[in-house]
T-cell receptor
């Protein structure tokens, strides 16, 4: 069965420093993986997706993620945090049917001035 | 209006009330979804509609009743809810349900529901 674990419920970084949000997945086949972002009072927005092409995936707003099969990880990174990055981030994996998404519990990213 | 809209944005109801949540997508998509988002829990898929036909009902209690009159509109009718049903209810749409490839789902801002 597919599952996804976000290793931190909260991450706090200073503005201008790197961001690392960790995600591990479990899948019995080659999954598609995604990161979604949810800003307060706004809908979920797709940040980036991995669908078995390049393992390093670039997304919007300077975020990127690397698919590492050997480590079953799909961590999200950004070289320099901005105040507008404060939001909740969700790691997601597809199930056997591609419309069924398996969601992580979310990581709240806090940016300190 | 563009994208996916949801009304109302906030709703407070008693356990004996009947209310409805509305979702509208302006993207020309064929599939629509209802999700429940509770604090500290992963998003839960409730219902999926494809071309106005329900294709998924993830063991949702009958006090939640979906309706999809056309491919642009999706409703969630609520009656005799419980306090534990308080959550953010999100609507999403995608071009199609997806088969061998994933169809990106576009989300509305949600309805914050409080059941007293």
């Amino acid at each position: 069965a597919q599952s996804v674990t976000q290793l931190d419920s909260h991450v706090s970084v200073s503005e201008g420093t790197p961001v690392l949000l960790r995600c591990n997945y479990s899948s019995s086949y080659s999954p598609s993986l995604f990161w979604y972002v949810q800003h307060p009072n706004k809908g979920l927005q797709l940040l980036l997706k991995y669908t078995s092409a390049a393992t390093l995936v670039k997304g919007i707003n300077g975020f990127e993620a690397e698919f590492k099969k050997s480590e079953t990880s799909f961590h999200l990174t950004k070289p320099s945090a901005h105040m507008s990055d404060a939001a909740e981030y969700f790691c997601v994996v597809t199930s056997y049917s591609n419309y069924q998404l398996i969601w992580g519990a979310g990581t709240k990213l806090i940016i300190k001035p | 209006e563009t994208g996916v809209t949801q009304t109302p944005r906030h709703l407070v109801m008693g356990m004996t009330n009947k209310k409805s949540l509305k979702c509208e997508q302006h993207l020309g998509h064929n599939a629509m979804y209802w999700y429940k988002q509770s604090a500290k829990k992963p998003l839960e898929l409730m219902f999926v509609y494809s071309l106005e036909e329900r294709v998924e009902n993830n063991s949702v209690p009958s006090r939640f009743s979906p309706e999809c009159p056309n491919s642009s509109h999706l409703f969630l009718h609520l009656h005799t809810l419980q306090p534990e049903d308080s959550a953010l209810y999100l609507c999403a749409s995608s071009q199609d349900m997806g088969g061998i490839s994933y169809n990106e789902q576009f989300f509305g801002p949600g309805t914050r529901l409080t059941v007293l």
